[in-house]
């Protein structure tokens, strides 16, 4: 999207396109709003540790590449720059040994075709490395792919599948299965080491990860004593850098494989307080609000679509000393601003470009009861 912009010129428009959404969206004064510059990387390829991408049978046999916006125009990719270099190599891998074991992707062959998408992932803290099928039938071969995969490549440490009917933006189908390895690969950040299940979210872009989430922990300035709720807290690793200096976190989620992992990866870094709800935050936000007890500081770390009005007005009517809003979209941001305002003041804004030459602006939003 933005590969033609120069790198430095692309992170000032990032800035501006958050400033423009909350022009539009709110009647802040953004001359007495502090809206930092965007923190950007000094290698700006190859940083995606995952890749998502669509099988078709082409012409020349089966591909992997991407669907241009809207259409049903397939572009091949042998090699994409904003992915790691090892997620590249092993779809070029994949896809051979696919080839030789003559598996064909449904579209294109529906009638004969498995295949919908590949998904990978790598971590080179741990040179580890997951692959999942996104089929919509099970074929013994797969075992055999696996077994020349895990044979060829000694990173990839877990080869699984998910059953779809159909493609759809879901990708994920309601389980995933192990084919070989581990049903999960294992992450580092700092002194903690967490565990990931094919189908959970864990942020693109492993460098800029670590800026993120020490911007959260110096946002929070936890002095010790506090009692934190961590929503769309995910894996739990966010929860768990609170925990070093808070009394309790409380960590929200609706993925029931998030939890799973999340009470994993308490239990194997030792900590004891933090605990974990498996429900959609804004049906269990409100209530913990009103129970009574003092929350000191909320995160917030929605998906694209923003706050539930749920959220909002259970911020409004019990309202919590700090909240920290991480967003992926300025435009919900900036509509969520709107109503949280009537209760918090903003301390700053810090943007960071989490996707590089691409239209993507990621902020971490500083609120402060008024």
Do not use: W
Request: include cysteine; proline fraction near 3%.
């Amino acid at each position: 999207q933005m590969q033609h912009i120069k790198y430095e010129e692309q992170l000032k428009i990032k800035q501006s396109v958050l400033r423009q959404a909350l022009a539009r969206y709110t009647d802040l004064n953004l001359n007495e709003t502090e809206i930092r510059r965007t923190i950007g990387m000094k290698d700006s390829y190859h940083y995606r540790n995952k890749s998502q991408m669509p099988f078709k049978q082409t012409n020349f046999g089966l591909a992997l590449g991407f669907f241009r916006p809207n259409t049903n125009h397939f572009v091949y990719v042998d090699d994409c720059i904003i992915q790691d270099e090892m997620v590249n190599r092993i779809n070029s891998e994949t896809l051979s040994i696919l080839r030789k074991h003559q598996l064909s992707a449904v579209d294109g062959d529906p009638e004969n075709g498995i295949l919908y998408n590949l998904v990978v992932r790598h971590f080179a803290s741990t040179k580890s490395a997951s692959v999942t099928f996104i089929i919509k039938r099970y074929d013994p071969k797969l075992e055999l792919v696996a077994k020349d995969l895990m044979k060829r490549n000694s990173v990839i440490k877990s080869v699984t599948y998910s059953v779809n009917k159909k493609r759809n933006p879901m990708v994920f189908g309601s389980s995933v299965e192990l084919i070989a390895g581990d049903t999960h690969i294992i992450d580092k950040f700092g002194d903690y080491e967490v565990r990931l299940s094919p189908d959970v979210f864990h942020q693109l872009n492993s460098s800029l990860m670590q800026i993120l989430y020490n911007e959260i922990i110096k946002a929070a300035d936890l002095q010790g004593g506090e009692t934190v709720i961590d929503c769309y807290s995910g894996i739990g690793l966010t929860s768990m850098l609170f925990a070093a200096k808070a009394k309790e976190v409380i960590g929200i989620d609706y993925a029931k494989s998030s939890i799973v992992d999340a009470t994993a990866n308490i239990e194997t870094n030792q900590i004891e307080n933090v605990r974990f709800i498996a429900k959609h935050v804004e049906s269990v936000l409100p209530e913990l609000l009103s129970g009574g007890e003092k929350i000191d500081l909320i995160l917030l770390d929605p998906p694209r679509m923003g706050l539930d009005d749920r959220v909002i007005n259970a911020l409004l009517k019990n309202k919590a000393k700090k909240v920290i809003y991480v967003s992926c979209n300025p435009s919900t941001l900036a509509k969520n601003l709107k109503y949280l305002l009537k209760g918090y003041t903003i301390e700053y804004i810090q943007p960071l470009d989490m996707f590089p030459h691409t239209a993507s602006v990621e902020s971490i939003t500083l609120l402060k009861v008024r």
